[in-house]
């Protein structure tokens, strides 16, 4: 099994809503982020966690809230959106965190979240 | 990402023929490079990596050229075919603030006219 499976494919809330999004592996990976991606751009890191704890934080807003309950699942908490938020919400694993920089990063399929 | 980017934002090419995708980066100290496919309402999908103490690596269709003297590689998909048609992504591992990151180029949309 090497899929990185994200739920829901689609999302629409609304600014007061709270809602989250999920990722799960089970390639025994114990690195996971979370990307956001906004159209016609590349892919922008948002969190990493490595055995279950939060290693990188790239400084995003608290409406975001990322959670790990074991090595197989992460999820994306969200409350108070804007509209700006409006992205593809990527998911990807690694086998270890890139400590030298050569691990390969597998990507789930996305969320696609409209803020309204 | 700030130090890997694209020559041509869209390439168009024609069934059966073969295509390259340019990619130049500015940090010399980057020795991992991995190109990503990712297609219409989907993920990036891992096409292949380099090392840089490697110039060439094949793959199935596909090849990654580096050029480290010229901070530049290149991803060649021969006879490309419809399915091939996606936004291709060079991506490298940065240390901005001594954490390794995967930061993307820009993209290059390959277009594959039948």
């Known amino acids: 099994d090497t899929e990185v499976t994200q739920t829901p494919k689609h999302l629409v809330m609304g600014m007061t809503n709270k809602k989250s999004l999920k990722c799960e592996q089970h390639?025994?990976?114990?690195?996971m982020y979370w990307y956001k991606q906004k159209a016609k751009k590349p892919p922008e890191l948002m969190f990493v966690?490595?055995?279950?704890?939060?290693?990188i934080n790239e400084s995003v807003p608290s409406r975001f809230s990322p959670e790990c309950p074991n090595s197989s699942l992460l999820n994306l908490h969200l409350h108070a959106l804007q509209p700006e938020d409006s992205a593809l919400y990527l998911c990807?694993?690694?086998?270890?965190?890139?400590?030298?920089?050569?691990?390969?990063?597998?990507f789930g399929p996305g969320t696609r979240l409209l803020v309204l | 990402g700030e130090n890997v980017g694209l020559h041509l934002p869209t390439l168009s090419v024609q069934e059966g023929d073969n295509s390259i995708i340019n990619c130049a980066y500015s940090?010399?100290?980057?020795?991992?490079f991995i190109w990503y496919k990712q297609e219409s309402g989907k993920g990036p999908q891992f096409i292949i990596d380099?090392?840089?103490?490697?110039d060439k690596r094949q793959g199935q269709r596909v090849t990654v050229l580096l050029n480290k003297t010229v901070k530049h590689l290149s991803l060649q998909i021969a006879a490309t075919q419809p399915g091939d048609s996606a936004v291709y992504f060079c991506?490298?591992?940065?240390?901005?603030?001594?954490?390794?990151?995967?930061?993307f180029g820009s993209g290059t949309r390959l277009l594959v006219r039948p």
């Open positions: 966690y490595s055995y279950e704890k939060l290693s």
């Open positions: 380099i090392r840089s103490n490697m």
């Open positions: 390639m025994g990976h114990r690195a």
């Open positions: 991506a490298d591992f940065e240390t901005p603030d001594s954490s390794y990151k995967l930061i």
């Open positions: 990807a694993s690694s086998q270890e965190f890139p400590s030298n920089g050569h691990e390969t990063q597998y």
């Open positions: 940090n010399s100290a980057s020795d991992y």
